[in-house]
């Protein structure tokens, strides 16, 4: 409570001061025998466009440092598309409560950016002037969550809105506020701010939209419409120095590339390669959830494509990133990821377990080799060969044990789908990952790990009849992978010299 009343008065201190200059400047410029208005209207700045425009200077490559003027530009609702019928009513609802309550209150991000691509967002943040304690007394069964920066959980009958209290650089916070790794990484950036404070501090331009309902309009301080319209990703601020604290907006960086078919701005571009390794201090738990929005949200092939341009692949996943120069490496990976995009875009049910598997597969499968040309039975060589591939990758992103063991178990129907006589093909069918197992089987022939023909008979068992799979069942060779020695069956081992009889 104390810190947050702290935050509140350095708040109200830099408002106080931001309207005395504004004052002060607005009087130097009037001139005694200029009309009222004429002075509105050099106020407000409108053009023939009716868009409100304030100057400010951009650095090289477009990019704005978070601290300096930015431009105001506000497109009345006549020179936009976005309309509030396609925004939530949950979202709507916050936005009336904090307005009523006194605050302000504007749907910002992806909300806003998808609604004027004609996309149809699947959430609404809201961004406000409250603190999150001031806020939460306006919602019942509202929830502060976060650390490193705190936001406020807001549900509205079935949904969740997001509220951010507007941001300040983290530079103007007091150390219980704001705290940097020696990597340049923000740990914390509790510093609030104002709506324009708040826009510089976003990620890219194109998320840094404001849409309120008084008046209808969008605001944008950091030229976001005009890289919607030229279709650019490009970074608020020096981009090397918002990467370090942050390298996730790497990923972002390639995400939003990816889903809105935009360009990458060269200066956002040209750091990746040498910040790439800033990847290993963000927390394997978070990665995996970053990875789940790269490769599971319908672009993954395409996703997949923009992370090995910029050299970010191969600190997601560095056991397959190693082993892609093989074509057949490369078209597994592919063919995984096009599956689960085509999947996504029929609303198919998708798991990470099968995406995990593909993309660790070969790296299994290589290591397994080695131990089975070193003498190790076939099933234990698989067994080690997965414990060693699936550590490595934990120190890279967090695998769950909800998707781990599914994973693996689609790795050891491998060896039994090969074996199809007496029961077992009955057994192997009635599995519960048979036909995760089965689908993976008809990408490993795609990709030509290995020949053509099981996936084939597995398909025509599973569309016969009762005494059509028993004559398949005859039909097909009874010996799978050999799983080295066995021993005879039978009694215990006679002794040397003992008789046969005896």
Same mark, same amino acid.
């Given at each position: 409570?104390? @810190? ?5 008065? &350095? ?25 009222? &208005? ?57 936005? $009336? ?38 806020? $939460? ?8 969550? /976060? ?36 990597? /340049? ?9 104002? =709506? ?10 194109? @998320? ?15 030229? /976001?419409?005009?890289? %919607?319209?030229?279709?650019? %990703? ?15 907006? !790497? ?12 360009? %990458? ?10 910040? *790439?390794?800033?990847? +290993? ?36 996943? #560095? ?11 490369? *078209? ?36 397994? &080799? ?23 990758? =934990? ?29 077992? *093909? ?26 053509? /023909? ?17 004559? !398949?069942? $005859? ?6 992978? $050999? ?10 081992? +006679?002794? #040397? ?6």
């Amino acid at each position: 409570m104390f @810190n947050t009343l702290i935050s509140s008065i &350095k708040r109200w201190h830099r408002n106080t001061k931001s309207e005395e200059t504004s004052q002060e400047a607005n009087s130097a410029d009037a001139t005694p025998h200029s009309s009222s &208005k004429d002075a509105d209207r050099a106020h407000r700045g409108r053009g023939k466009s009716g868009r409100e425009k304030q100057s400010a200077p951009r650095k090289a490559g477009g990019a704005r440092e978070p601290n300096t003027p930015s431009s105001r530009i506000v497109v009345p609702r006549n020179d936009h598309n976005l309309s509030r019928r396609n925004v939530s009513r949950a979202a709507l609802t916050v936005m $009336k409560r904090l307005q009523e309550g006194g605050f302000q209150a504007y749907i910002v991000g992806g909300g806003v950016r998808d609604l004027l691509l004609g996309g149809h967002p699947k959430d609404f943040d809201v961004a406000t002037d409250a603190t999150p304690e001031e806020a $939460k007394q306006l919602f019942r069964g509202a929830r502060i969550v /976060g650390r490193r920066f705190r936001i406020l959980h807001a549900r509205i009958g079935r949904e969740v809105i997001e509220v951010t209290t507007f941001r300040g650089h983290h530079s103007d916070g007091e150390e219980h506020e704001a705290q940097q790794s020696e990597h /340049g990484m923000l740990l914390r950036d509790n510093v609030y701010g104002d =709506l324009e404070s708040d826009a510089v501090r976003r990620d890219f331009t194109v @998320n840094a939209l404001y849409y309120t309902t008084q008046g209808f309009e969008i605001h944008d301080y950091t030229g /976001g419409m005009q890289d %919607i319209e030229d279709r650019l %990703i490009r970074m608020i601020g020096d981009p090397e120095t918002r990467y370090k604290e942050d390298p996730v907006r !790497m990923l972002r960086a390639v995400r939003f590339a990816a889903k809105l078919d935009f360009d %990458i701005e060269p200066a956002t571009a040209a750091p990746l390669q040498q910040t *790439a390794p800033l990847l +290993r201090n963000i927390a394997p738990a978070r990665l995996f959830d970053e990875v789940l929005k790269l490769l599971m949200s319908g672009h993954g092939e395409r996703t997949f494509e923009l992370l090995r341009e910029f050299h970010l692949w191969g600190h997601l996943f #560095p056991d397959n990133a190693r082993l892609l120069d093989n074509p057949e490496v490369e *078209a597994l990976t592919r063919l995984a990821l096009r599956n689960t995009d085509r999947r996504i875009r029929n609303d198919q049910r998708v798991t990470p377990a099968f995406l995990y598997a593909a993309l660790l597969w070969p790296a299994v499968n290589f290591e397994q &080799k080695f131990l089975t040309e070193n003498g190790t039975p076939l099933v234990p060589a698989l067994a080690q060969a997965a414990q060693k591939v699936v550590s490595a990758q =934990l120190t890279h992103t967090a695998i769950p044990k909800r998707f781990s063991i599914p994973m693996r178990e689609i790795w050891e129907q491998q060896l039994r789908l090969p074996r199809r006589g007496g029961e077992r *093909a009955y057994r192997t069918m009635e599995h519960p990952r048979f036909r995760a197992a089965y689908d993976f089987l008809l990408l490993r022939e795609e990709s030509q790990e290995i020949p053509a /023909g099981l996936g084939q008979w597995w398909t025509e068992f599973q569309q016969a009849d009762d005494e059509q799979k028993q004559q !398949m069942i $005859k039909d097909a060779p009874r010996n799978g992978p $050999k799983n080295g020695r066995r021993r005879k069956r039978g009694g215990r081992r +006679r002794a #040397p010299n003992q008789p046969k009889n005896s």
